[in-house]
């Protein structure tokens, strides 16, 4: 694989080539974690609409510790973001070529840490939640802001129901019959590529979940760490740019 590839896919310098690729990569990559860390934590990380609605069911059933513990992972998802815009923005300010690369890095040094201390986080309390759930909601959140800002909110890796409306709006398009007496306005065209886009990312979605699940239940919180050296292939090049800059200076 040639090293400009694997540069642009998160250089700062981007294409829609790179970000249909990236990606499709980093929805693996949250389908794996999503659906692995399901069987780890008993809990979607990923999916912040079932959460909040949780907590209203268990808000009228007086279910206090599991709105509190919803209340928990969504404020971890929100701080993972938060931290993804602050890295980016930074990068940015500072004309880095890692303000993409630099949350992916964090997010692969988060699932080795995950991977490696999984068993031991889980007696661990956070935020009205276990440390696993605190941990995974972050990444999750890191992960989606990251690829939100680098396409200007087109892809989003772990928001499947968006992808999935997406891909419903674009058929609802190709279907329509644009009449001639309406011809005066433009016609109603699908975006095909757009929809081919869409249809890889939630099939690589769920290829990811079926491999994070398999991987989990064979060998555990360690099932990670192959998803932590597909972030580090994909991130490390624009930062030993910056570092090789850095160090002329």
């Known amino acids: ?24 990569a980093l929805t693996f990559v949250a389908g794996a974690t999503n659906a692995g860390g399901y069987l780890a934590v008993q809990q979607y990380t990923s ?18 510790d599991l709105v509190l513990a919803g209340a928990g992972g ?23 070529q890692s303000e993409y690369a630099a949350p992916l890095l964090l997010e692969a040094g988060l699932l080795l840490g995950f991977g490696l201390l999984g068993s031991r986080l ?16 972050f990444i999750m959140g890191l992960q989606n802001a990251m690829i939100s800002k680098l396409s200007n909110a087109e892809i989003r890796t772990t928001h499947v129901t968006g992808m999935i409306t997406d891909i419903g709006i674009e058929l609802g ?10 011809s005066a ?7 095909r590529r757009r929809l081919v886009t869409l249809f890889g990312l939630v099939g690589s979605f769920f290829v990811g979940g079926v491999a994070g699940a398999a991987g989990f239940k064979q060998v555990g919180t360690l099932a990670t760490l ?3 050296t597909i972030l580090v292939a994909l991130a490390v090049l624009p930062a030993v740019d910056d570092l090789r800059t850095f160090m002329r200076r």
């Open 1 to 24: 694989m040639p090293i400009s590839y694997v540069r642009g896919l998160t250089s700062r310098d981007r294409t829609q080539r790179a970000n249909h690729h990236l990606g499709l």
């Open 47 to 64: 999916h912040m609409t079932g959460i909040v609605s949780a907590m209203a069911d268990n808000i009228v059933l007086g279910q206090r």
């Open 74 to 96: 969504v404020a971890t998802f929100v701080l993972g973001a938060a931290c993804s815009a602050v890295m980016i923005n930074f990068g940015r300010r500072n004309d880095l």
């Open 122 to 137: 889980a007696d661990v309390q956070g935020l009205f939640v276990p440390a696993t759930v605190m941990l995974l909601c």
């Open 173 to 182: 398009k190709s279907v329509y019959w644009n009449r001639r007496a309406a």
């Open 185 to 191: 306005r433009p016609p109603v065209v699908s975006d």
């Open 226 to 228: 192959p998803l932590a």
